[in-house]
């Protein structure tokens, strides 16, 4: 079940499709519109789920105890816990201290540890500074752990072998200037879309097989959800098999 303060709303992990240079008009902004359209319309959220962010989620707790817990006494790993900045605007960093938050990322080749921290990607730092200011600390970091995706036919994981100590790194995310103005704006222009889209795809009529068929030989037919720009159809939406199209 959804929580009613989420539904909707934007999570830290998703602000950075609302930071594009071309901002709310961006394709970014407007798929994250429409989906979370899509979760108020059905109460249900779609869940998004990659082999990186899976392996991230199984080995959090590892790359604490490894990595964070001794060296950072005070520091917990709650990875479960949302703080909100308002309704529908919330962060839920991966470690909390009582001055900083520190966000896990757990690559699984070398290449890709190297990438990272050669050049934090601007998604990253979004949401690290997101996380600071549901929390209200100043400090912010990410910590790049880097750990095998190998397993025995046990289930055991072959790690590589690579000392512990050359494996991660902690790297600072320094607190943007005027952030939180510019995430608030963002934040309800970004509902403002949404709740348009929203309002254009509720009752739209729902078409048969042959109906549909019949639309598609005599009009072009285009997934809703392809349209760069998804403010503009208005009564020109049709339904068919739990997708949205537009006609014209």
């Known amino acids: 079940m959804i929580d009613e303060k989420k539904k909707g ?12 240079k071309d901002g709310i008009r961006s394709k970014s902004a407007h798929t994250l519109a429409y989906n979370k359209a899509l979760e108020i319309l059905t109460g249900e959220r779609k869940e998004i789920s990659t ?16 990595c964070i817990m001794f060296n950072i006494p005070e520091a917990n790993l709650q990875s479960t816990e949302s703080y909100f900045i308002k309704d529908g605007l919330w962060a839920t960093p ?7 938050v520190i966000d896990i990322k757990c690559p699984y080749t070398p290449y890709s540890y190297h990438q990272n921290i050669a050049k934090l990607k601007k998604s ?3 949401q690290v500074n ?16 880097l750990t095998a995706d190998n397993y025995d036919r046990y289930g055991n994981k072959i790690e590589y072998e690579i000392k512990l100590q050359d494996r991660f790194t902690l790297v600072g995310v320094e607190k943007e200037d005027n952030f939180e103005s510019e995430l608030i704006k963002r934040f309800d222009e970004f509902k403002e879309l949404r709740d348009t889209i929203l309002k254009d795809i509720t009752g739209v009529p729902e078409f048969d097989d042959f109906t549909f068929f019949d639309i598609c030989k005599k009009k072009k037919v285009t997934r809703f ?7 503009m159809w208005g009564n020109k939406i049709l339904k068919y098999n739990n997708e949205f199209y537009t006609f014209e």
């Open 124 to 126: 990253y730092i979004i």
């Open 9 to 20: 709303g934007v999570g830290a992990s998703e602000v950075s499709a609302l930071f594009t």
């Open 225 to 231: 959800k392809d349209k760069s720009n998804l403010r």
């Open 51 to 66: 082999k990186a962010m899976e392996h991230g989620i199984i080995n959090e707790p590892e790359a604490f105890e490894n």
């Open 130 to 145: 997101t996380q600071m200011l549901a929390l209200n600390v100043d400090q912010g970091g990410l910590l790049f752990y």
């Open 94 to 100: 991966d470690v909390v201290t009582p001055e900083s």
